[in-house]
């Protein structure tokens, strides 16, 4: 399964991420709110203006700014 | 029997039901406050039932137990400090797992907690199956199912709440392993901790050690004081730890602590705690909903027209009450008309007092009503949608996708009002983001601007009036996005906050929530400023009144006002005193009436210009030339610093007209038209310093309290007036130097 980034997933795309490269506070943010390596994700829809990206995960909608996403790499399915 | 006392925190992520958790519990019995030195806000209350009473504090919603945010710190520095013997923690059942994360952090601290399954309901129509008892076993807390919208399940959770205060053990904190790597770490410096007696007094030990791993600020300045030697050992310690984690994992400590503690609500959850009997990707209502309200092109069309709607609710429906309240003070302005000798403390009571606590009570039923609509948008989830859909252009000047409510509020419609506008950013949780948009948001065209412009535009551009409020609206938007980019880059700079941000699902707010919501920011307006804009009231009359004229002027115009009554018919005399309503009296004494106003205008000139305002228009005469105004201008704009369509009353005392009412203003904007040193330039200058120059005094009272420091308050005053000056002496300059 190829892994790629999450700016980069269309919607409806799920997959389950892999890596998140943030440090610092938005390192803290993110994994705060579950997106930590093998947590399964889909994306929900964009904004839109194409910025920020929500997504579907545990059960609850998340939104983050394409910036954001850039820090964290997904596996997608197929 | 004694009654079981004790006190209680109730803690959980936002948008877990906690608020409407905690006026379940405690009803009407609460009030608000804030955190020592912060403007988070503190909601206590009382539970009392039964054989036992509790005081309920309701911390600030948080995601985790860090130091990032200042609603952590609160949360963290509250159990901390004042150690409550339980803290409640709500989490939504429909999310359970990310939710548990910060539970996992509370049993990590070893504080007693009790787990309220909130929303149980929910979780259940979405077909999730959810064993408390089970949950309760494997995490060794108890777990009471809760629905707070209805109360259901609030008096088992205080039982068990009670049961577990009574038996009085303290946690054990929870030990989780975090890999090998960290956890040797740990271990090795909980021993130095535990020999050293290194904040034990406060914090368990490996709490300590684990926070130093995750690179907590707080932690780290609080060691450093307490015992600099071994803080910089333990700096060693993790540095060492995330270069080694950094060679092998590419990761970093606080990283694999976050992995582990899912990894170990994961492990919990699997052993049976959620069944699924739906299939769990299929969409929600709330998804349907948002898949139509945040659509490409329906979205942002439902969006205005929410906005829209918002602001008619806000200044449509307050119009009556804020009626009644100018009808209630103007009564008692008449009153004390009527009864008061004529001299200093009538005019200091009418002037001063009751239109400084009318002009502070005028505010609030705009307040009310701004509040009760945001609530509805905030508690219906719909805010965090409109942030969503705008942030994209907000964020280009610095500013969250959030700060848009401000800014339509206070007046990006022309006609709201920053003081409502001030308080609507309490709804942004990103600090530097708030500022800015604090401080710019007083740009916008609020309702008491329109007056001062509709006096200008119709004696300087009365064929293009449309037109010139169309560019004031976009000049005061345009303004406040630049200098909020300004200030991000300059006095508030730094990178944007993260807007990793939930979407809550779409919930029916309850009116119990809603009315309790308007009422405390309401109140909390008219305490907190309330004593504030009465002394500063009172200042600015005196600034009017003083120092009075000298005697012999005073003379001077009674001896005016004599001459004209001896030279009158007696008969004409008695029917001016007889009579009040002009339209009654004879064309003589109409005449005669007129001729005496004019001498009391001529006074109030004389005196408006002999006091300290007055003065200080005078001798700023000098510098304001450069924009092109005169000393009368001047005291109006000092007098616009009390409410800003106090500038046309006060140009009209300034120009003899008498006092002049800002709705009727065409016969001083015929006098301005025609008066040798106005012209359309020095109208426009005007209009761009009334734009921008210093907040109404009101507004700086909001700006300073929801800033946390005076210094805000000040500052917006300076630099705006700055800002604004600038501004109108570029315009007049460059006007003047192309020869209009």
Known sequence: ?78 | MNKLQATIALAGNPNCGKTTLFNALTGARQHVGNYPGVTVEKKQGVYARNSYRFNLVDLPGTYSLTAYSLEEVVARDFLVNEKPELVINIVDASSLERNLYLAVQFMEMGIPICIALNMIDVAEKRGMRIDAEKLSTLLGVPVVPTIARNGKGKEELMESSANLIRAGVRNNPLLITYGNDVDQALAQMTAKIEAHHFLTDVYPARWVALKYLENDEQIQEIGRKADPALAAEFQAIVEQLTDHLQDTLESYPEALIADHRYGYIKSVLKQGVVSFEKDMSRLFVSDKIDKVVTQRFIGPLIMGAVIWGLYHFTFTYSELPVQWLEGLFGWLGGQAEAHLADGLIKSLIISGIIDGVGGVMGFAPLIMFMFFGIAILEDSGYLARMAYMLDRIFRFFGLHGSSVMAFIISGGIAGGCAVPGVMATRTLKSRRERLATLLTVPFMNCGAKLPVFALLVAAFFARRQALMMVMITAIAWLGALLVAKLLRITVIKGASTPFVMELPPYRMPTFKGLLIHTWERTWQYIKKAGTIILAISVLLWAMMTFPQLPESTVKKFEQQRAAVQSAAPTGILHEIERIDRKDELSAEAQALRARLLTIDAKEAESALRHSAAGRLGSALEIVSRLAGFDWRTNIALIGGFAAKEVVVSTLGTAYSLGEVDPEQSLPLSQKLATTAGWSPLVALSLIIFTIFYAPCFVSVVCISKEAGSWKWGGFSILFNTILAFSLAVSVYQIGSAFGF
């Open chain 1, 1 to 78: 399964m190829p892994c790629i980034n999450l700016r980069q997933m269309k919607e409806n795309q799920s997959g389950t991420i892999s890596r998140i490269k943030a440090n610092g506070q938005l390192g803290r943010r993110i994994r705060d709110m579950g997106l930590v390596p093998g947590t399964k994700i889909k994306v929900h829809g964009r904004a839109p203006l194409y910025d920020p990206v929500a997504l579907r995960l545990m059960g609850f909608t998340l939104t983050l700014r394409n910036n954001e996403a850039d820090y964290i790499e997904v596996e997608v399915d197929e």
